[in-house]
């Protein structure tokens, strides 16, 4: 028996028995279905709940409830996938919506269990823990479906089949829908929970690939993200913090601009100021959402709130981050700081003390800089606050924490807040802290009566960001008589808030360099720091598979071939797998002309250091450098091992996606800081590809090993397609690259 | 001093300051969020409208300078949002956090009214419309499919 039909029956009894039927709501009114899908938030009204995550309406429409919010990313459309495996249902019936944080709150964690993925409201639907649970969602209803159906009918049970939404009697022929038996199968209890059917047996995942649920609000423009919520009697503001993380605002004059079309306040966010949050019992860390300093202009309409913002006279108090006079300062902190030993040791195995004595030594050190999630629906929210409430409409990346960030802000008990979930333009790591929807309800909170959509202007997005943190790191090797590392002294300088997966979980670092040791070194340097897609991996992947290429190329040994010997005795064949596959794909030691060359790189996401776990990716790009320095990629050839696969096109364009993320922060992305400031604001400064700038990838689909998981594939490629791309540069040119962005590089080799 | 707009084939009138920018007098004042907010400075392309037929970034347009011109916003774009670049947005699922495909579509849509057959390099040209999902080999592909229905 497979892991996924092994589910743990108990568990779910203890989590459905707090609602069980008791929940069933009447059949009030027709579904408004389009409505569900447009507005999110907004219930289809009528139908009957067989569980907190399944209601069927009497049109036949079912709608699902998912605790991990679309971010583009598919979540919500695999739950529903996942659940009508074992529903048996009609998949044009299914729609899905944001399961209610407030009412998780209400009915005792209804949609949540303490420890791994089921803990909290954010993350993606292909778990081990969250698809059994959506198949047992699905298995369940079925067979509360197929009982009323046969108490209707007056037969045994077992003569009752389900299929697409259907039920049918079959000695005699006789049809009922789902939804016409819905309200009755909502009051029946099963003695028992039914079993899972074997993956061998699935039908629909794995198999099918339809469009998300979201595609057709999208394409219609109709899709209300939380920049398009529109609450009656609602006003706008348009926000400032302080420029200099962690500064104070000092000055302003409100009587400059309260006269301006349109203008109604001027409000001032305090972070000092007394906040009542002993009601804040938080399942989860608030740390991220603290209040900034900050200034807003409220007004009708956010053209006018935006101007009056620009007309207000404003200054800051700095603080400790306006030290930091030019960028060059803060890259020297870092790159000075590995020079000597690290304050903290990360990872320590076997005994490095001979390193320096060593024959053979290669030592490099790496730069990537602080890059910005850069979300297309810049940051906003909007919030009604009352003296005891309050109801926010917010583009979320986990709405649980957005709930009670709203209620510490308001000072509000946690179950007066309502919170609801819109489309979201955009996650990539910027919309988990929850500080977003802090700043909301801060602004919000001083506005009496009425709604307030507060908006971060692009600028202040950017500015006001939780970065990919800024790291320079050294990485030392001994390599012995057969040219691999024998020993590795490693050493990451970074500002606060780093992240090290890719790096103290490599396979390299856990198994297959016998002596290794890796130190940091934490820097105050001011800038506030978050997830960025794939956080830490993003920066180690590119350095240490750069300098294992280094290696290769001091023992003379072909980069694949290299790495195929580094990880021979790995415990899993998903490595070498998707180096092959990408090599062969990519026509890997093909002749090419001067000024060409192919490049390779392997890393895996989220394994955690243990084999067969995780997402392992390898990329081989194939690029053309002019002798001016000009740089072509050709293609880009991708592997990738996540065991198994439930959705073929959803795993394609999640790769194709975060293969051009990826891209884009090696060749682009870089925020510098002049006096404490974040210099870059915008896409004129801050470039992000287009579509004539893609070169071709290829995802290729060879590397799976078949593995009895689920692995996830949006963060993956962002490890590994800039250390490829500097391979190939170092192939074709000679020349290693070293530091991101390679534009800023000067790749001349005339 | 109210001015007259002709939106998807409607006279509408807006009491907006002619000096606000088209986008906010859309989203604002008229209620229609179609057409999306990304950068304010005419750069990604979410806020791509037609202007008597040409795709036109709408976020720094004043209001008062398409006065009497005829405006297409993605809401008017076809009847029962089955325009084929829609159709096919969906049959190739190509939107992932779907921010700025309205945008993407509205600039899809003008180029095949102009070029009924573009080619690759006409696509990167006229489609310039940042996305961060990295949806772009799926909006190429789908252009060149509703291109093939539109000529069918």
């Not at chain 1, 190329?553 to 596959?581: F, N, Q």
């Not at chain 2, 419309?129 to 990295?134: E, L, P, S």
């Given at each position: ?18 609602v ?24 289809p ?10 209601s ?42 944001g399961?209610?944080?407030?009412r ?6 209804v ?7 089921l ?9 081990d ?9 699905g ?15 007056k ?8 299929a ?8 005699t022929?006789r049809?009922?829908t789902y ?19 074997p ?17 057709p ?7 209300v ?48 100021e007394?906040?009542d ?11 991220g959402?603290m ?10 309409h ?30 020297d ?46 940051l ?10 309050v ?29 609801n979930?819109t ?16 700043m ?11 709604p ?29 008589a ?5 020993m590795?002294?490693?050493r990451?300088?970074l ?15 856990v198994a ?18 978050g ?21 290769a ?16 005795g790995?415990?899993?064949?998903g ?10 794909q990519?026509?890997w ?22 084999p ?5 990716v ?10 001016a320095?000009?740089?072509k ?31 884009n922060?090696a ?14 604001g ?14 071709k ?54 | 001093?109210a ?14 300051d002619?000096s ?7 989203r ?17 392309g979410?806020?791509?409208v ?10 720094q ?22 325009h ?29 009214k102009?070029n009924?057959?573009?080619?690759d ?32």
């Amino acid at each position: 028996m497979n892991k996924i039909t092994n589910v743990n029956r108990r568990q779910f009894l203890i989590s459905t028995a707090v609602v069980g039927g008791a929940f069933t709501i009447g059949i009030t009114a027709a579904s408004d279905a389009d409505a569900a899908l447009t507005k999110p938030w907004e219930s289809p009204k009528g139908g009957a709940e067989l569980s907190p995550w399944l209601s069927i309406m009497p049109d036949d429409t079912i709608m699902v409830r998912v605790a991990t919010p679309e971010i583009g990313n598919g979540a919500m459309t695999q739950t529903a996938m996942t659940i009508t495996e074992e529903l048996e249902s009609d998949w044009s019936k299914m729609q899905v919506e944001g399961a209610p944080a407030d009412r998780n709150l209400k009915e005792n964690g209804v949609y949540t269990q303490a420890g791994g993925s089921l803990a909290y409201f954010a993350g993606r639907s292909t778990t081990d823990a969250r698809m059994k649970l959506a198949l047992q969602v699905g298995a369940s209803a079925r067979e509360r479906l197929k009982a009323a159906a046969a108490a209707q009918w007056k037969v045994p049970v077992a003569e009752v089949t389900a299929a697409k939404s259907m039920l049918t009697h079959t000695p005699t022929g006789r049809t009922l829908t789902y939804g016409q038996v819905a309200v009755k199968a909502a009051a029946i209890k099963l003695k028992e929970e039914p079993a899972l059917k074997p993956q061998s047996e699935w039908k629909f995942l794995g198999h099918a690939t339809p469009a998300k649920l979201s595609a057709p609000a999208i394409a219609s423009g109709s899709a209300v993200f939380g920049m398009d919520v529109r609450v009656p009697g609602m006003v706008y503001a348009a926000l400032r913090q302080s420029p200099v993380h962690g500064g104070k605002l000092k000055s302003f004059d409100a009587s400059a601009v309260k006269k301006m079309p349109g203008v109604i306040d001027v409000i001032v966010v305090d972070p000092d100021e007394p906040r009542d949050t002993s009601k804040i019992k938080a399942p989860m860390t608030l740390a991220g959402a603290m209040p900034q300093s900050a200034i807003a202009v409220v007004a009708e309409h956010y053209w006018q709130a935006a101007k009056a913002l620009e007309a207000l006279p404003v200054e800051w108090t700095d603080g400790p981050g306006g030290q930091w006079k030019t960028y060059k300062q803060m890259r020297d902190a870092t790159t000075d700081a590995i020079s000597k030993p690290g304050s903290k040791v990360m990872v320590e195995r076997g005994d490095i003390s001979g390193l320096d004595k060593s024959a053979k030594i290669v030592e490099a050190d790496y730069f990537t800089p602080y890059s910005d999630q850069m979300t297309m629906e810049p940051l906003n929210g909007t919030a009604l606050v009352t003296a005891d409430s309050v109801e926010i409409w917010h583009p979320s990346q986990h709405p649980e924490q957005g709930l009670w960030v709203a209620a510490a802000e308001a000072g509000v008990s946690p179950d007066k807040v309502k919170f609801n979930q819109t489309y979201v333009g955009g996650g990539f790591g910027r919309r988990v802290f929850g500080n977003d929807s802090r700043m909301v309800v801060a602004v919000a909170k001083k506005v009496q009566g009425r709604p307030v959509h507060v908006i971060w202007s692009r600028e202040e997005s950017v500015r006001q960001g939780r970065y990919r943190p800024l790291v320079a790191a050294k990485f030392k090797a001994a390599l012995g008589a057969n040219g691999l590392p024998e020993m590795l002294l490693s050493r990451a300088a970074l500002g606060e808030g780093g992240y090290f997966i890719g790096w103290i979980d490599s396979p390299y670092t856990v198994a297959q360099i016998k002596n290794v040791r890796l130190e940091t070194q934490t820097l105050p340097l001011h800038l506030l720091t978050g997830p960025y897609r794939g956080p830490g991996y993003n920066s180690f992947g590119f350095m240490y598979e750069t300098f294992i290429d280094e290696c290769a190329s001091a023992a003379g040994i072909d980069p694949l071939e290299y790495r195929l010997k580094l990880l021979e005795g790995w415990p899993d064949s998903g490595w070498s797998g998707s180096l092959k596959e990408a090599a062969k794909q990519a026509g890997w030691g093909k002749k090419l002309p001067k000024g060409m060359g192919q490049g390779i790189a392997i890393a895996n996401w989220a394994g955690g250091g243990k084999p067969q776990s995780g997402t392992t990716v390898a990329a081989v790009a194939t690029v053309e450098v002019s002798s001016a320095g000009e740089l072509k990629i050709h293609a880009l050839d991708i592997a990738f091992d996540t065991g198994r696969i439930v959705n073929k096109d959803a795993v394609q364009v999640q790769l194709e996606g975060g293969a051009i993320f990826g891209l884009n922060m090696a060749m682009n992305e870089e925020l510098t800081i002049a006096n404490g400031r974040v210099v870059e604001g915008n896409y004129d400064t801050y470039p992000i590809m287009r579509m004539g700038d893609v070169p071709k990838i290829n995802i290729h689909f060879g590397g799976l090993s078949g593995h009895d998981r689920f692995s996830e594939v949006g963060e993956p490629p962002v490890g590994v397609i800039g250390p490829a791309i500097g391979n190939a540069i170092f192939a074709a040119t000679g020349q290693r690259v070293r530091s991101q962005p390679f534009r800023k590089l000067d790749l001349n080799w005339a | 001093m109210a001015l007259e707009l002709k939106i998807n084939g409607t006279t509408l009138t807006t009491d907006a300051d002619p000096s606000t920018p088209l986008l906010w007098v859309l989203r604002d004042h008229l209620g229609m969020t179609g057409t999306k907010f990304g950068c304010g400075i005419a750069q990604c392309g979410a806020c791509t409208v037609h202007v008597n037929g040409m795709a036109t970034r709408s976020c720094q347009l004043p209001v008062a300078a398409v006065a009497g011109a005829d405006i297409t916003t993605i809401e008017g774009l076809a009847p029962n949002a089955d325009h084929p670049l829609q159709t096919a947005w969906v049959e190739m699922n190509v939107a992932q956090c779907g921010y700025c495909q309205s945008g993407m579509i509205m600039a899809a849509a003008a180029l095949l009214k102009q070029n009924p057959k573009p080619t690759d390099q006409d696509i990167n040209v006229a489609v310039n419309n940042v996305c961060r999902c990295g949806t772009y080999p799926r909006v190429k592909a789908a252009i060149h499919k509703a291109a093939g229905t539109m000529q069918s």
